[in-house]
Protein backbone atom coordinates (compact mmCIF):
# COMPACT_ATOMS: atom_id res chain seq x y z
CA UNK A 1 0.00 0.00 0.00
CA UNK A 2 1.11 3.58 -0.16
CA UNK A 3 2.15 5.42 2.54
CA UNK A 4 3.58 9.03 4.25
CA UNK A 5 5.11 9.14 7.68
CA UNK A 6 5.11 12.22 9.81
CA UNK A 7 5.31 12.64 13.49
CA UNK A 8 2.42 13.13 14.98
CA UNK A 9 3.66 16.05 17.25
CA UNK A 10 6.49 18.38 17.80
CA UNK A 11 7.61 21.61 19.69
CA UNK A 12 9.79 24.39 19.30
CA UNK A 13 10.85 27.52 20.80
CA UNK A 14 9.96 31.08 19.04
CA UNK A 15 12.79 31.89 17.32
CA UNK A 16 14.20 28.92 16.68
CA UNK A 17 14.52 26.43 13.93
CA UNK A 18 12.87 23.20 13.55
CA UNK A 19 12.78 20.31 10.76
CA UNK A 20 9.90 18.75 10.08
CA UNK A 21 10.40 15.00 8.56
CA UNK A 22 8.00 13.28 5.92
CA UNK A 23 9.16 9.56 4.74
CA UNK A 24 7.43 8.34 1.06
CA UNK A 25 6.46 4.68 0.41
CA UNK A 26 4.09 5.51 -3.34
CA UNK A 27 3.52 4.25 -6.66
CA UNK A 28 5.63 6.38 -8.55
CA UNK A 29 6.20 9.73 -7.90
CA UNK A 30 5.33 13.07 -9.72
CA UNK A 31 6.02 15.88 -7.11
CA UNK A 32 5.61 16.36 -2.91
CA UNK A 33 4.02 19.06 -1.33
CA UNK A 34 3.96 20.57 2.08
CA UNK A 35 0.95 22.36 3.07
CA UNK A 36 -0.07 24.62 6.75
CA UNK A 37 -3.39 24.14 8.30
CA UNK A 38 -4.19 26.48 11.30
CA UNK A 39 -6.82 24.77 13.26
CA UNK A 40 -10.24 24.83 12.28
CA UNK A 41 -9.16 26.24 9.17
CA UNK A 42 -8.13 24.71 5.38
CA UNK A 43 -4.84 23.72 4.62
CA UNK A 44 -2.66 26.29 2.39
CA UNK A 45 0.12 25.83 -0.27
CA UNK A 46 3.46 26.33 1.27
CA UNK A 47 6.14 24.34 -0.96
CA UNK A 48 6.48 21.98 -4.35
CA UNK A 49 9.46 19.97 -4.92
CA UNK A 50 9.39 17.58 -7.80
CA UNK A 51 13.29 17.47 -8.02
CA UNK A 52 16.16 16.16 -5.35
CA UNK A 53 17.56 19.19 -3.88
CA UNK A 54 16.32 22.28 -1.23
CA UNK A 55 13.34 24.86 -2.78
CA UNK A 56 14.16 28.03 -0.15
CA UNK A 57 11.00 30.28 0.22
CA UNK A 58 12.05 33.06 2.83
CA UNK A 59 11.91 31.56 6.59
CA UNK A 60 11.08 28.02 4.51
CA UNK A 61 12.37 25.65 2.61
CA UNK A 62 11.29 22.06 1.87
CA UNK A 63 14.12 18.98 0.48
CA UNK A 64 13.63 16.40 -1.40
CA UNK A 65 16.09 13.27 -1.45
CA UNK A 66 13.30 10.87 -4.00
CA UNK A 67 16.31 7.79 -3.57
CA UNK A 68 15.46 7.80 0.19
CA UNK A 69 11.70 8.83 -0.51
CA UNK A 70 12.13 11.50 2.09
CA UNK A 71 11.32 15.35 2.55
CA UNK A 72 12.13 17.58 5.28
CA UNK A 73 10.13 21.52 5.91
CA UNK A 74 12.60 23.79 7.70
CA UNK A 75 11.54 26.13 9.63
CA UNK A 76 13.84 29.37 10.22
CA UNK A 77 12.72 31.89 13.05
CA UNK A 78 10.18 30.41 14.24
CA UNK A 79 7.21 32.77 15.30
CA UNK A 80 3.89 32.09 17.43
CA UNK A 81 1.76 32.47 14.00
CA UNK A 82 3.65 29.19 12.90
CA UNK A 83 1.78 27.07 15.26
CA UNK A 84 0.08 24.92 13.18
CA UNK A 85 -0.01 21.11 11.58
CA UNK A 86 1.98 20.79 8.57
CA UNK A 87 0.94 18.06 6.18
CA UNK A 88 3.70 16.43 3.36
CA UNK A 89 1.48 14.99 0.31
CA UNK A 90 2.88 12.93 -2.58
CA UNK A 91 1.55 13.04 -5.98
CA UNK A 92 1.94 9.11 -6.64
CA UNK A 93 1.84 7.46 -10.73
CA UNK A 94 -1.62 7.88 -11.39
CA UNK A 95 -1.02 11.82 -10.53
CA UNK A 96 -3.50 11.27 -7.28
CA UNK A 97 -2.32 12.84 -4.17
CA UNK A 98 -1.47 10.58 -1.33
CA UNK A 99 -1.36 12.62 1.89
CA UNK A 100 0.17 12.14 5.66
CA UNK A 101 -1.62 12.76 8.56
CA UNK A 102 -0.01 15.73 9.43
CA UNK A 103 2.66 17.41 12.54
CA UNK A 104 0.88 19.14 14.89
CA UNK A 105 3.63 21.77 15.85
CA UNK A 106 3.60 24.20 19.06
CA UNK A 107 5.39 27.11 19.37
CA UNK A 108 6.42 28.08 22.99
CA UNK A 109 7.51 31.83 23.87
CA UNK B 1 -11.83 39.22 -5.72
CA UNK B 2 -10.91 35.54 -6.85
CA UNK B 3 -11.15 32.49 -4.89
CA UNK B 4 -13.15 29.41 -4.09
CA UNK B 5 -16.03 29.74 -1.66
CA UNK B 6 -17.97 26.78 0.64
CA UNK B 7 -21.08 27.96 2.80
CA UNK B 8 -21.73 27.37 5.20
CA UNK B 9 -18.73 26.92 7.25
CA UNK B 10 -21.20 25.16 9.99
CA UNK B 11 -24.18 23.17 8.77
CA UNK B 12 -26.01 21.00 11.36
CA UNK B 13 -28.96 18.07 10.35
CA UNK B 14 -30.28 15.71 11.74
CA UNK B 15 -29.63 11.80 10.82
CA UNK B 16 -31.54 10.61 8.08
CA UNK B 17 -31.80 13.79 6.38
CA UNK B 18 -29.69 15.00 3.28
CA UNK B 19 -27.41 17.52 2.92
CA UNK B 20 -25.84 19.51 0.05
CA UNK B 21 -22.72 21.48 0.25
CA UNK B 22 -22.09 24.13 -1.88
CA UNK B 23 -18.60 24.47 -3.74
CA UNK B 24 -17.95 27.72 -5.78
CA UNK B 25 -14.58 29.03 -7.65
CA UNK B 26 -13.96 31.55 -10.20
CA UNK B 27 -10.15 30.41 -10.66
CA UNK B 28 -11.13 29.45 -13.95
CA UNK B 29 -9.48 25.42 -12.87
CA UNK B 30 -10.98 22.38 -14.36
CA UNK B 31 -10.03 19.98 -11.72
CA UNK B 32 -12.56 20.13 -8.23
CA UNK B 33 -12.00 17.89 -5.35
CA UNK B 34 -14.04 16.93 -2.49
CA UNK B 35 -11.94 15.89 0.68
CA UNK B 36 -13.08 14.90 3.93
CA UNK B 37 -10.88 15.59 7.31
CA UNK B 38 -11.27 13.89 10.75
CA UNK B 39 -8.82 15.00 13.56
CA UNK B 40 -6.08 12.85 13.73
CA UNK B 41 -5.99 11.56 9.81
CA UNK B 42 -5.31 12.63 6.29
CA UNK B 43 -7.16 14.08 3.98
CA UNK B 44 -9.20 11.12 2.46
CA UNK B 45 -10.79 11.56 -0.89
CA UNK B 46 -13.83 11.83 -1.77
CA UNK B 47 -15.14 12.78 -5.27
CA UNK B 48 -13.33 14.52 -8.25
CA UNK B 49 -13.95 15.85 -11.25
CA UNK B 50 -11.38 16.90 -13.94
CA UNK B 51 -13.71 18.54 -16.11
CA UNK B 52 -17.72 19.52 -16.83
CA UNK B 53 -19.98 16.99 -17.04
CA UNK B 54 -17.46 14.24 -15.57
CA UNK B 55 -16.36 12.65 -12.16
CA UNK B 56 -14.73 9.96 -10.66
CA UNK B 57 -15.46 8.18 -7.06
CA UNK B 58 -12.35 8.57 -4.90
CA UNK B 59 -11.35 6.45 -1.72
CA UNK B 60 -14.57 7.32 0.12
CA UNK B 61 -17.10 7.73 -1.89
CA UNK B 62 -20.37 5.63 -0.67
CA UNK B 63 -23.00 7.71 0.92
CA UNK B 64 -21.98 10.80 -1.30
CA UNK B 65 -23.23 11.91 -4.56
CA UNK B 66 -22.01 15.06 -6.83
CA UNK B 67 -22.48 16.83 -9.70
CA UNK B 68 -20.74 19.02 -12.54
CA UNK B 69 -22.82 20.57 -14.32
CA UNK B 70 -20.95 23.69 -14.61
CA UNK B 71 -17.12 24.42 -14.29
CA UNK B 72 -17.50 27.05 -11.39
CA UNK B 73 -19.58 24.51 -9.31
CA UNK B 74 -18.92 21.43 -7.76
CA UNK B 75 -21.58 20.16 -5.08
CA UNK B 76 -21.59 17.32 -2.39
CA UNK B 77 -24.57 16.21 -1.43
CA UNK B 78 -23.77 13.70 1.76
CA UNK B 79 -26.83 11.25 2.11
CA UNK B 80 -28.69 9.19 4.41
CA UNK B 81 -26.31 6.07 3.56
CA UNK B 82 -22.99 7.83 4.99
CA UNK B 83 -22.81 5.82 8.01
CA UNK B 84 -20.66 8.87 10.05
CA UNK B 85 -20.81 12.14 8.07
CA UNK B 86 -19.82 14.46 10.80
CA UNK B 87 -16.38 15.84 9.47
CA UNK B 88 -14.98 18.49 7.79
CA UNK B 89 -15.16 18.85 4.58
CA UNK B 90 -13.07 20.83 2.33
CA UNK B 91 -13.36 21.48 -1.28
CA UNK B 92 -10.01 22.05 -3.36
CA UNK B 93 -9.64 23.29 -7.33
CA UNK B 94 -6.41 21.78 -9.47
CA UNK B 95 -4.15 24.70 -10.69
CA UNK B 96 -3.14 22.82 -13.48
CA UNK B 97 0.56 23.24 -15.12
CA UNK B 98 3.55 21.65 -14.17
CA UNK B 99 2.81 21.39 -10.37
CA UNK B 100 -0.85 20.92 -10.52
CA UNK B 101 -1.00 22.20 -7.21
CA UNK B 102 -4.57 22.00 -5.24
CA UNK B 103 -5.55 25.02 -3.70
CA UNK B 104 -8.55 24.75 -0.72
CA UNK B 105 -11.86 26.47 0.16
CA UNK B 106 -12.15 27.20 4.13
CA UNK B 107 -14.18 24.25 4.26
CA UNK B 108 -17.74 23.59 6.05
CA UNK B 109 -18.05 21.58 9.42
CA UNK B 110 -20.54 19.40 8.99
CA UNK B 111 -22.67 18.07 12.51
CA UNK B 112 -24.89 15.54 12.38
CA UNK B 113 -27.10 14.97 15.23
Known amino acids: GQNIDQPTEMTATEGAIVQINCTYQTSGFNGLFWYQQHAGEAPTFLSY??LDGLEEKGRFSSFLSRSKGYSYLLLKELQMKDSASYIC??????????WGAGTKLIIKP | DGGITQSPKYLFRKEGQNVTLSCEQNLNHDAMYWYRQDPGQGLRLIYY???????QKGDIAEGYSVSREKKESFPLTVTSAQKNPTAFYLCATGGGGDTDTQYFGPGTRLTVL
Open chain 1, 89 to 98: AVKDSNYQLI
Open chain 1, 49 to 50: NV
Open chain 2, 49 to 55: SQIVNDF
